[in-house]
C-alpha cells in the first residue's frame, strides 16, 4: 500500500514537471514575448503622436531593448538574471559609459517624453522579472514561502497587483 502512494505520488510529480517543462514555460514565453510586443508598439504609438522622437537615441536604444528582450526570451531564466547580476560585465568601463550616458540622456528629456520613456522601461523589466518568476520552480517554492512567512508582503503584493498601472496600461479606456 505504501509503495503504491509512494508510485502514485512519484508519477503525479513527473506528470507536473512535464506539464510545467512542456506546456506552462512555452506559454509563458509566448505571453511575455506579447506582452513586450504590447510594451513596443505603445511607445511606437506615443513616438508617433509626438511625444517623443523617432531620431533620438533615447527612442532607439529603447526600442533596441525591447527587441533585445523579445529575441532572446527564450534564454532568460533566473540563472541567466542571477549571473548577470552577480558576475562583473566582460568590459566594465564601457558597458557603465553607456548606461550612464544612456540614462544621461532620458534625463535631458522633456518631462512628458521622460515620463514616457521611463513608464515603458519600468513596464519591460516589470514583466521580465514577472516572466523568470512564473517560469522558475525555485523561485515559486521561495515566494511562497516568503508570503507565508511574512503576511505584509503579500499585502503589499496584492496592492500592487490591483493598482500597478501595468495592469491597466494597455487596457482601452471604459466607454
Known sequence: MIAAIGLFIC?????????F?????PY???LFRHRMFMVRDRLFDEAAKGRLDFGSAVYRQTRELLNTYIRFAHRFSTSYLLAAIFSPPPVPQTLGD??????????ELPP???DLVVKTLV????????????????????WCIVI?????????YQFNQRTSEHRFFFRPPAA
Open 11 to 19: 508519477l503525479s510529480a513527473l506528470i507536473a514537471w512535464c506539464y
Open 21 to 25: 517543462q512542456w506546456m506552462f514555460r
Open 28 to 30: 509563458r514565453l509566448d
Open 98 to 107: 553607456g548606461i550612464f550616458k544612456f540614462i544621461n540622456e532620458i534625463n
Open 112 to 114: 512628458e517624453s521622460r
Open 123 to 142: 513596464n519591460a523589466h516589470r514583466e521580465l522579472m514577472s516572466y523568470c518568476m512564473a517560469t522558475s520552480l525555485t523561485l515559486r517554492l521561495i
Open 148 to 156: 507565508r512567512a511574512f503576511p505584509e508582503i503579500a499585502f503589499a
